[in-house]
């Protein structure tokens, strides 16, 4: 099966846009992408008139609810949150993404093909989350999976605190509570190890199974980040502290109050997955909320990516957010950067998504005008050349 | 003096020219002297602005926001919206309420909106009065423009939801219909006993500021302004304001759009919005930004409303462009945060438009400012610089 999209501007965001560019697709993958006067259309190619279009890789949204919570599905759609106990990396979102949500018809409505869906932060550690694909008609959640698990979830601040000390008057009530639980986990998953090696050429010896210490393994060893929720600049630090101790991988998520220490962040070429900045400021710790942190950490250098954290921004306003932190200083191509490729690479799924390049899936989608224009929506959106969204 | 002078006027005004193409704008005294083509003369020692390359509209008007009242980056400390200690608090005003030191005020300026309707929340079916502001001051007394422009009300899942759960009435939309019918039928008594007393001071009634409330929109001093989302929500608030016989406005209209016939053949004004966000309950669940370009269409008059801090208050534009992406004409947009706003709160004779005898409120944006990429260099309010991008004060002639 062959395709070519023709007469657009392509953005292959690896590169510079490309006017009048053309994009073959064979398979469900991009085949070749370049001007006319270099890519040829193969002859017997399906041809999808771009002309006065503007087409992108599909977006990436490295941090959202979707399929987990919100909508008005009230209670009974609510499945973000294990709030039975503080630590329970031993949940995994893919066991609660419902394919038949909403909130994926909003994704596409918007353009945005892959997503990152994690638990939420009520707990110091979340749970395992998972990248999926947005063309969920019919289809279900294994279907979709792009990487699975991509990260363990763990949070910092207000959430944790209030829900547990406030509320449930127990540990954590304190952020210095949230820090020690995410360190005695992490020691826990350690020793688990250290078992399980002593135990080696003696199955007599091995611990029972523990499932939370086995995914919290996988971040030990580096298969997978822990994804940090962290607004205020000191729960930024302490999130970096933690990881330095145990030498994992991390990316901070929301990162609100970044701005403030950003030589902090630059100098480690931090992975911050920022937002939701179109809202308001709902609490203490989000008050440094605004559009132009994207282009200051960017700046600092930063690995920028553009989060909805849907629902708190509706999943299909992304390029709304990626607009407007242009509009407060940051490079039209780096903005174009964090809804795509950033996000894929921080997600370790760039092989795949993220750009317009040969090799990758065929996920793009044809816009009205320039995407920066809040006149431009997609009118065609594609997963690995398939039409899956059409305006 | 001031003359705003080569950029491109979009006066909302009704009759005359809607756009005028290096257009002067003649400010004194705090108010719009003079609108008009390039020919228009510029007296000789007045201040000019060249806003050419620029757009001047006039400044934004929300009709139904909680700044001031819901705090921003405070959390429940600042949350002073929804006095829910009983479903019917027509007593309270968002005045007692509203902290001009709210951040948000400032940001509301940076998005050019000049003018916001400030009222409690939807957690009561009655919830108190509502007043109008200019988006700049330190004391909130001082920032009033018109008080009180209506009594708040809801209906829907809000009030049942806060009272329902704590087994109270309403836990109904059957309940909070009748809450409302007898809060109503209550004043409609005071009333008469009043007028039952009139001769005999020694028979009237105590002093009941509740009843006193809700008899000015009895009288029809103030309309009713109903939070209904939901299109059975709308009818139930139509049915109990031609039972009354009293003025109303719908707040929010969300399913508006079904029923955009109903609504115009009745003349009854929409504040239409907060269109971007998730959707967080069952009755917004319609929540589109073509909603308001239906009822526009339909020949509905139509307010677009952030309902701050849903949206944040400086966003009005963003919701405007959105809406135009969904079908709304630009004309339609702009009169829907300008001139109708004013004219469904009752100000319009102060503001939302650029004509001779207006407050002078008014913004100076780079480009078309309901795109993302468009800032608004200069914002005036009673012809006085409350944010420029080239400093203040910048009636330097530097401005564009």
Not at chain 1, 74 to 91: F, K
Not at chain 2, 90 to 101: F, K, T, Y
């Amino acid at each position: 099966m062959l395709l070519a999209v023709k007469g657009g501007t392509l953005y292959p965001i690896s590169r510079e846009p490309i006017p009048d560019g053309v994009l073959v697709v064979e398979d469900g993958k991009i085949k070749a992408v370049g001007p006319a006067s270099q890519v040829k259309v193969p002859a017997d190619a399906t041809v999808i008139d771009a002309r006065g279009r503007h087409v992108l890789p599909g977006l990436v949204d490295a941090h959202a609810h979707v399929g987990l919570w919100g909508e008005h599905y009230g209670q009974a759609g609510s499945d973000g949150n294990e709030g039975s106990a503080p630590v329970t990396p031993d949940v995994r979102a893919i066991d609660a993404v419902w394919t038949g949500h909403t909130s994926f018809a909003d994704a596409r409505v918007g353009g945005v093909t892959t997503l990152q869906t994690t638990p939420g932060s009520g707990n110091a550690i979340g749970g395992e989350m998972l990248v999926v694909k947005t063309d969920t008609v019919g289809r279900t959640v294994e279907d979709i999976v792009l990487r699975a698990p991509s990260g363990m979830k763990a949070a910092l601040g207000e959430n944790v605190k209030r829900y547990y000390g406030q509320v449930l008057k127990r540990a954590p009530m304190t952020r210095m509570g949230a820090a020690a639980l995410i360190r005695g986990a992490l020691y826990r998953a350690r020793d688990y190890q250290r078992k399980l090696e002593a135990a080696a050429d003696d199955p007599s010896k091995l611990p029972d199974t523990d499932l939370g210490s086995e995914a919290l393994l996988r971040v030990l060893r580096r298969e997978i980040p822990l994804r940090i929720h962290a607004h205020r600049a000191d729960d930024i630090v302490t999130a970096v502290r933690l990881a330095d101790e145990f030498g994992i991988d991390y990316s901070i998520e929301h990162c609100t109050d970044g701005a403030a220490i950003a030589g902090f962040l630059g100098s480690r070429r931090a992975r911050v997955n920022l937002g939701p900045t179109f809202g308001y400021r709902s609490k203490i710790e989000t008050r440094a909320l605004h559009f132009r942190t994207a282009g200051i950490l960017d700046v600092a250098g930063c690995r920028v990516s553009i989060i909805t954290d849907h629902p708190f921004v509706n999943i299909d306003f992304l390029m709304m957010c990626a607009a407007m932190s242009c509009a407060e200083g940051m490079p039209e191509a780096a903005a174009l950067r964090a809804v795509t490729l950033t996000p894929a690479e921080t997600m370790g799924v760039d092989q795949r998504v993220g750009s317009l390049d040969a090799g990758k899936d065929a996920d793009f989608a044809l816009w009205t005008a320039h995407p920066f224009s809040i006149r431009s929506k997609p009118v065609e959106v594609y997963v690995e050349g398939k039409l899956i969204h059409q305006a | 003096m001031l003359a705003i002078r080569g950029g491109r006027v979009l006066t909302a005004a009704a009759g005359g020219q809607a756009v005028l193409e290096g257009g002067v704008v003649l400010v004194d005294g705090g108010k719009i002297i003079a609108v008009g083509g390039p020919g228009l003369a510029v007296p000789g020692g007045a201040t000019v602005i060249d806003a050419a390359g620029c757009v001047v509209t006039p400044g934004l008007i929300d009709a139904h926001s909680h700044i001031g009242i819901f705090e921003d980056g405070l959390g429940w400390e600042g949350n002073d919206a929804n006095e829910c200690t009983d479903p019917n608090t027509a007593e309270v005003r968002a005045l007692d309420g509203i902290n001009p030191a709210d951040t948000a005020f400032a940001e509301a300026l940076l998005g050019g909106v000049t003018t916001v309707q400030v009222g409690p929340g939807s957690g009561n079916v009655i919830g108190g009065e509502m007043l109008a502001l200019k988006c700049v001051g330190t004391l909130a007394d001082e920032m009033v423009l018109a008080r009180p422009t209506g009594l708040k009300a809801a209906l829907g899942e809000n009030p049942k939801r806060v009272y329902g759960s704590q087994h109270k009435r309403p836990a109904t939309r059957m309940g909070s219909a009748a809450v409302m019918r007898g809060a109503l039928i209550k004043a409609r008594d005071y009333l008469r006993k009043q007028e039952a007393a009139k001769d005999k001071p020694d028979k009237q009634p105590d002093t009941d500021l509740k009843q006193e409330m809700i008899a000015r929109v009895l009288r029809r001093e103030i309309p009713l302004r109903i939070h209904a989302h939901r299109a059975d929500d709308i009818l139930t608030a139509i049915r109990i304001a031609e039972e009354f016989s009293i003025d109303i406005s719908i707040e929010h209209s969300t399913e508006g759009h079904k029923i955009a016939e109903v609504l115009a053949q009745k003349g009854i004004p929409c504040t239409v919005g907060p269109s971007i966000y998730g959707r967080s309950k069952q009755e917004t669940v319609d929540r589109s930004s073509a909603t308001a370009g239906a009822l526009a269409k339909a020949g509905v008059k139509v307010a677009l409303i952030c309902d701050h801090p849903i949206i944040p208050q400086q966003w009005l534009r963003i919701a405007a462009g959105m809406a135009i992406r969904e079908g709304m004409t630009e004309q339609d947009a702009l009169l829907a945060c300008t001139r109708y706003p004013a004219e469904v709160i009752g100000v319009a004779d102060r503001v939302g438009t650029l004509e001779p005898g207006k407050d002078a409120d008014l913004v100076i944006w780079d480009g078309d400012p309901f795109e993302y990429l468009t800032q608004a260099r200069c914002v005036l309010i009673n012809g006085t610089p409350v944010h420029c991008t080239c400093g203040k004060p910048c009636l330097d002639g530097r401005c564009g």
